[in-house]
């Protein structure tokens, strides 16, 4: 436990710079967005609007994209330079402490970025009112108008899930999201490229869940419990497949 | 700066929790921010003490309702975890289905007239409508009002007779439908001497009501307002004539006669509110006693001045008569000139409530809302919102009921 203690915050502080900036990207780029966006010809849109058509949708997706990026990029910098993965595996702790740590981090890191996308949410919705208030006064502001705005907007339902099986979800998605593309990079290095079916399974999955979300089409609770539990199951999966990598050394 | 480095996982942990936790729930406990208060314009809300208005304020993905009872205002508002379909048809508006127990009526043809019933407690677009038939004698096709004026429904059992107008001299009948049949039942034949002769002619039917267990015929007589009321087994059970209730009418053009109309069972009180031909803003409500034979007992003149009805989306229009005064709930649209310069979607509306005494207005007040945030959309952009915006886009008062 010590150990994996120890493991986890020499992650964590080995990537926490790159991660800090992503963050705050995150947190900056919707609050511009939506600043420019903003003007006298579009007074009468509401905040879910705005927020959509000034691009920061598309930005959060390439930030994902981004951050898993650069996971991928953490895995590999062990191979390259100080060629610290040959370290790592001599120390004198179980190959599963190793790999949990590391992906302990990668979820730390992950929901780091989520809590500052949702503080940009609240500060955008602030900064767009402060913004139609200079243009025209109060009298296009709604009242209640981010709460209103996160239960019309099918995004931001995803942002701020309400439910239960909603937040199921959410978990499911991140860990299943997190967890693959770790294993991904483990099979490319292990030379197991059958693993990448289940990657491509996972994302696929992943794409559809959140295109039923979007699109407000899963009406009945066993359809989310179902993708959930799929996503669950094959996260296990990259799990124990990745310790099982990284317990025989096929890693390296 | 070690012991940061050191223990980075719980300095990052814990502001990430509670973040997560703060971010959400403050949106979510912020439900109860919405506006919901009633305001007085005239006289004093304790006149509201013998009634219960209830409605919701809702939209498909949340609902803030509310009941004001014993002149007190209670509201709460309850998300849905799934968009929940907006209650279709509460309201009759001329020419769409006419909805009564869950069920939505739909009337067509002449003579023979084939009625589709619907059931929309689930869903109003999956459901095919089933079918059946009235065979009458009736040989005319001028009518009063649209068809489904002629439809009432008594237990859950439907009944129907063919609004048609002066003209008309022969028979005419009130029919029933027992449940599974797909042809409807004779109740009652009748038909008017008055209208035997052309010169004479001037008895006009202009719909079906009931009240308690009792069918009330609404009948225009030359321009007085004749009831007639029937047992659902077809005994005459009364009658009354409330004269020159109906404008004096100059030319002959075609004229129709809609109206609502407002039942109080436990008082066997029926209350019908009719629009004026000549002032489509003012109604005329009469209120009639049926607990021995039938008396009109209140005339109320309602003028919405400078306000039209609220006909974007379904409006609310709810009457009661109880305890010798009669109390309105309505939806109404701002239409004084200030708003004029806006699109007619754009101006606000308004949950009015009036109590009349005597003929008299009381009381006025309103139940304010945010409803009139949701039409900001449409203040600078001429587009009118379709169908599809009810309860997507736009908020709506719903299930309002007065007792």
Redesign the interface.
Known sequence: MESF?RL??YE??SM?KGVLLICFLTLILPVILIYRTVGSHN????FEEIYASSGTIVVFYLLIVILLTYYILRVYSGYWGNKSIYTFLTLPVNRRVIYLSKL??FM?CF??F??TK??SV?IGYHVFILRVDRIAGNE?I??????LA???SNYLQIL????F?AILSNIAIVICLVTSVYYAALCERSQKYLGFIFVILSVGLTVFVLIDRIN?TI?DNSGWYISSGFLLVLSLFFIWHSIKLYKRGAIV | MRLL?????IF??L??VI??GF??I???A??D???MYLKDHKGDRSVLQDITIEGELR?V??STSFKLEKSELKTDTL?Y???NDMPYGLYYIPGRPLTMNGVAYEVMGNRTFDIYERNIENSLVTNSPSQSTVSTNVMSRFYTNQLEYGLTEIDGTPYFTVVLDESHAGENGIYTKSSQSFIWDIVKYYRFEENQDPDTSNIAVLGLESVGDTLVLILKNENNLSVKTYSTVGFELGETTLPNFFEEQNDSSFKEYPYEAFPNDDEMLLTLSFQTNSAPLQRDIVTIDFSEGAEVIDVVELLLDEITLNTVTEPTSKMLYKNNKLFIAKTVRDDRPSMRNLNQIARPVYFVIYVYEDGKLIYQGELVS?FN??I??????STTPGPSSNG??LRNFVNVTIE
Do not use: C, W
């Open positions: 203690y986890l915050n964590i502080s926490i007074l009468n849109e509401r302990s981090a730390i929901l780091l989520y809590v949702i503080l609240h296009f709604m009242n209640n108008g981010l709460f996160v239960l019309r701020f899930p309400y439910s099986h407000r009406y | 480095k050191k223990h980075l996982a990052l942990i502001p990430i973040g997560i971010l959400n403050n949106i979510y912020s439900k921010n919405g506006t939209d993905f949340h998300i975890s799934y968009p945010d945030d949701d900001l959309l449409y203040k600078t952009d997507v886009q």
